[in-house]
């Protein structure tokens, strides 16, 4: 996740202090309500949304790619096994993506399935967390996130 | 009943969902969850649960009932229970939610019907535990007192 090197005023790097923006993608309406908890209760911006292709009209990748578009937000958090496209589908497709390629992208999945870890994290996925979250892992992510900016 | 008694009746009633194995700690991480911004979290994701259960309970059992039985369809519905019992710290539902998705796979009918049966029992009692458990939080805010952690 790079630092610098962009010529938009609001690249993937926040400053400290700022309140990241966190697109959170899940079909389950619970785990959504919970994540986005989670994250304010982190001081973070949050936007939801129930699936992936929602997620990609969010970001502005929909049917067409936006020249000198910027992301909207600082971090991709998204549930893996979803209908239609899956998160690591959508992990794909936003690492395919010059404008949103260095967003930090993570994958939750209630199942503890290894070689599934690793493909998300071949893909590019940051981190891959176990659902349930807990405040302790939001709390770590943002450490991570932070610690990569500097 | 006083103040100090419903609080005390309240600890006592929720200690005993979690030894009876009814609640697990990601309960606890929902209560931890709820602060001054919000005070009724709990209350509001636990009725979203509720909501969210009955009609994946409904639509189980309409799927059952069909002449031809969709087993992803049926196991789709139960991974969303799953998951949703999970992050509410609903385990005995969560756990049998687990037992329904192998007779799922294993293409079992019977086990299927019979893990419904279970699923609907355990989440009514868990509902009706739920329920009154925020009846009596209510009541001692009612009376003036706050609710003990």
């Known amino acids: 996740m790079g630092g610098g090197g962009g010529d938009s005023s609001e ?3 926040v400053e400290l202090g700022d309140e990241p923006h966190v697109l959170a993608v899940d079909d389950n309406l619970i785990d959504r309500k919970l994540v986005e ?13 129930e699936n992936a292709l929602r997620a990609l009209d969010y970001l502005g990748l929909g049917n067409e790619t936006l020249e000198g578009a910027v992301s909207k937000v600082n971090l991709i958090i998204t549930d893996y096994c979803m209908p239609g496209m899956t998160g690591y589908e959508l992990l794909k497709k936003i690492k395919e993506s010059s404008v949103l390629k260095e967003v930090p992208v993570v994958i939750m999945s209630s199942e503890n399935i290894p070689t599934r870890i690793s493909q998300c994290l071949e893909e590019g996925a940051k981190m891959f967390m176990l659902k349930p979250l807990k405040q302790s892992d939001v709390k770590q992510l943002k450490w991570h996130l932070m610690k990569c900016r500097n | 009943m006083d103040l100090v008694q419903l609080q005390r009746q ?140």
Do not use: W
């Open chain 2, 10 to 149: 309240l600890v006592d009633y929720r200690t005993s969902l979690y030894h009876e194995g009814f609640l697990d700690e990601q309960f606890t991480q929902l209560q931890e969850l709820q602060d001054e911004n919000n005070p009724d979290f709990v209350v509001e994701v636990v009725s979203l649960y509720f909501e969210d259960s009955e009609r994946l309970l409904n639509e189980l059992s309409k799927a059952l009932e069909q002449q031809i039985i969709d087993f992803k369809r049926i196991d789709a519905h139960v991974h969303q229970l799953k998951g949703s019992s999970s992050s509410i710290g609903a385990q005995r539902v969560q756990k049998l939610c687990i037992v329904f998705r192998n007779y799922c796979e294993a293409q079992n009918v019977e086990g299927c019907l019979k893990c419904l049966q279970q699923v609907k029992h355990e989440y009514s009692i868990v509902k009706t535990k739920l329920e009154s458990m925020f009846q009596l939080e209510r009541q001692i805010l009612n009376a003036g007192g706050s609710v003990p952690v």
């Open chain 1, 37 to 49: 908890k989670l994250l304010k209760n982190s001081s973070c911006k949050v936007t939801t949304a």
């Open chain 1, 11 to 13: 690249d993937t790097a």
